[in-house]
């Protein structure tokens, strides 16, 4: 499956909150996820995340913005 940062991962359940997007912030055995809807982030293994995936957006919404680091101002 070609996950990239900052796509938007459409999931089979939804958080909470109502959303079912969430924007990925890091790859790897983990992947880092920031909930459209209220801004939750989470860490969840892969395996768990893939498993859940209905769809893969390229393209961010509105409501969800890149993450971004304090550190480099």
């Known amino acids: 499956m070609n996950i990239n ?5 459409t ?4 958080h909470p909150c109502g959303s079912k997007e969430w924007e990925v912030l890091r790859i790897g055995a983990d992947f880092k996820l920031k ?3 209220c801004e939750h982030i989470v860490m969840l293994p892969r395996v ?3 498993k859940n995936i209905k769809k893969v957006n390229n393209q961010v ?8 680091s304090d550190a480099a101002d």
């Open 5 to 9: 940062i900052g796509d938007i991962l």
């Open 35 to 37: 909930c459209c809807g």
């Open 11 to 14: 999931m089979k359940k939804q």
């Open 61 to 68: 919404p509105q409501n969800c913005l890149l993450y971004t």
């Open 48 to 50: 768990k995340v893939e």
